[in-house]
């Protein structure tokens, strides 16, 4: 990390220079970037924590099967991100199974190109889909996980006291389970700021991502500083949203720690 951090400041004779952070900010392709890796982090990571939260309180009930759902929404933990990406693929290209399924149904003759560079949002909706699906498993493990420690004393207290569902839910549930939430989000969002695979898999360049112009520089220009400039915009992208989500989501020891 030392030496990536020491390209990004560097020419490529070695000497200290800002010219990787230059061409980096002048790239064709930053601007658009860096909004669709903050898009797709803001979209996809509130998304995977409902989903996460839904889910692990459904498995929680002990309801008949849902030991069986646990095994099914983990399967994506079980697959690489780039496999996952091109599992979406085979749904959303041109002749995938959505388009064979619509032409079925008569409600189009030649499907839709959902993934076609003049469709900018489907393009962009099919990602969200794909990486979604694929790391929701990990939020919802981290949050199964905070829900299971959390004593059930507390659950029966409200109960006596004659509260619902959601009144269990939003004064004793989810205050209990920040400490898992804040950790769930904190892990999530520095993964979504490097989104690569999925994109990679279903748009290509046409939906350009921070990680995917590092590896472009990387592995196509052949300029390690350029890369490098990128990934040290990718950790400060993270290290800001971490210190952002510890003060947000800050626990009741962490108060008594900071005062």
């Known amino acids: 990390m030392v030496q990536a951090l020491g390209l990004a400041v560097r020419d490529g004779q070695g000497a200290w220079s800002l010219e ?12 658009d970037a860096v909004r669709n890796t903050l898009l797709l982090t803001a ?18 009930t002990g309801l008949r099967g849902t030991g069986a759902l646990l095994y099914v929404w983990m399967i994506p933990l079980a697959i690489s991100d780039l496999a996952a990406g091109v599992v979406w693929l085979s749904i959303f290209t041109d002749r995938g199974y959505l388009n064979s399924l619509i032409v079925s149904l008569g ?19 099919a990602v969200t889909v794909a990486e979604t699906w694929r790391a929701t498993a990990l939020v ?9 420690v959390i004593p059930k004393d507390y ?3 409200a109960d006596v006291f004659g509260a619902n569902f959601w009144q269990r839910l939003r004064y004793v549930t989810l205050p209990l389970l920040r400490p898992s939430l804040q950790v769930a ?31 472009n520089w990387y592995g196509g220009y052949g300029n390690p500083n350029v890369a490098a400039a990128y990934a040290l915009l990718i950790m400060i992208f993270s290290l800001v949203n971490t210190a952002a989500y510890l003060r947000v989501l800050r626990t009741r020891s962490d108060h008594v720690v900071v005062s």
């Open 20 to 31: 990787p952070v230059r061409r980096m900010v002048t790239d064709v392709q930053f601007v």
């Open 43 to 60: 979209v996809v990571v509130p998304a995977q924590v409902f989903l996460a939260l839904v889910m692990s309180l459904l498995l929680m």
């Open 107 to 125: 409600l189009s003759e030649t499907g839709f190109p959902f993934l076609s560079y003049e469709q900018p949002f489907t393009m962009f909706l």
């Open 140 to 148: 919802m493990t981290i949050l199964l996980a905070g829900l299971q």
């Open 155 to 157: 659950a029966e207290v």
């Open 185 to 215: 989000i904190i892990i999530r969002t520095i993964l979504a700021f490097q989104v690569f695979a999925a994109v990679v898999a279903l748009a290509g360049r046409n939906l350009p991502v921070l990680a995917g112009e590092a590896y």
